[in-house]
């Protein structure tokens, strides 16, 4: 029995972001139509609390995966990414391991590409004014996407670090050919976007609510426990508040719990899963000011579609290497 080994590069050619985005909201309605199984990912902490190791399976009835993956927030600034792992891919009639690939690379492309869905679906349709606080992975990543979903008119970009908002811009206009301006503080880069992706590592708000303008639309996929956050109680309290999974921001979104807990919101505020918007079973954006908050903490079903679709690809071009892997029944 063989395994296919796809590695990060491979992972960049078969997984363009258009593609992707197609596939992740194919995905989302999927498991809004019961179709899909995506259990809540288990979580277990280093002792010091450094660290996490998180395991997210998910199961349809053509294929399984599961995705082991560490985030680890310290290793921003170094040579690793902050989140690094494997996917599995399984098929469904035997249980056969299909592929292993590289989930650093899947889950900054696939996270991206559901904010450029749920911008496509909840962002005005004029919106182009794009704010992206983060200059890490996923900064880049959802430059990418919401390429893809809104001409964008100017983009504005944040970090603590000014030689970080430096490499950025110059990343942008090298592989992407757009022009970046680096704003000098969040609020500056905030203040008359109509739309806005937070991808940081913060742990206490970078995001305040005074600081928004009607009709934007936000991004929030930094935090992704139930003590992190990147919206302010007052940003919270003002928008629209759709999410990819109910249950998995009951139970681990500080963005969600963290203001729910000073009772800034209440146990209504999430509007509706993204999926439900998809599959027009819930109203989205409202009116040209509300402004609309999609919260993303990731989802295996995410992954599960993602290499799907990357061991297809993979299979056409013939990439990826096969390695001989466990014993095929005798005959």
């Not at 989302?28 to 996490?52: F, T, V």
């Not at 891919?89 to 991206?112: H, K, N, V």
């Not at 050919?177 to 880069?189: F, K, L, N, Q, T």
Request: negative net charge; proline residues 3%; contains cysteine.
């Amino acid at each position: 029995m063989e395994l296919l080994v796809i590695n990060a590069a491979e992972v960049r050619q078969l997984l363009p972001m258009a593609a992707c985005m197609d596939a992740m909201e194919s995905a989302l309605k999927q498991l809004g139509r019961g179709e899909a199984q995506n259990p809540l990912r288990s979580a277990n902490w280093l002792a010091d609390n450094r660290g996490i190791l998180l395991a997210m399976p998910a199961l349809t009835e053509e294929a399984m995966a599961i995705k082991v993956i560490t985030v680890m927030p310290g290793n921003h600034g170094s040579p690793y990414d902050s989140h690094m792992g494997a996917v599995i891919l399984f098929d469904s009639q035997y249980g056969r391991p299909l592929a292993l690939m590289d989930a650093t690379e899947i889950t900054a492309i696939r996270t991206a590409a559901v904010s450029g869905v749920a911008t496509r679906a909840l962002a005005r349709e004029d919106a182009g004014d794009l704010a992206i606080l983060g200059t890490g992975v996923q900064a880049r990543s959802h430059l990418q996407a919401m390429l893809e979903a809104r001409p964008l008119r100017r983009v504005q970009v944040w970090s603590r670090g000014e030689a970080h908002r430096a490499a950025y811009v110059q990343w942008a206009s090298d592989e992407l050919d757009v022009e970046v301006e680096s704003a000098g503080s969040a609020e500056y880069a905030v203040k008359g976007a109509d739309l806005i992706c937070t991808t940081t590592a913060a742990t206490e708000p970078v995001l305040r609510g005074v600081w928004l303008s009607p009709g934007a639309h936000i991004n929030a996929v930094g935090a992704s426990t139930a003590t992190t956050r990147e919206l302010d109680s007052q940003a919270m309290a003002m928008v629209s508040h759709f999410v990819d999974r109910r249950e998995s921001a009951l139970d681990e979104s500080g963005d969600y719990l963290i203001p729910l807990n000073e009772g800034a919101i209440g146990d209504d505020h999430i509007r509706a899963e993204l999926g439900e918007v998809l599959l027009g079973r819930a109203p989205g954006r409202s009116s040209d000011d509300e402004i609309t908050l999609f919260n993303s903490l990731g989802l295996a079903v995410e992954d599960l579609a993602s290499a799907q679709l990357i061991y297809r690809e993979a299979q056409r071009r013939g990439q990826g290497t096969n390695v001989e892997f466990g014993e095929s029944a005798e005959e």
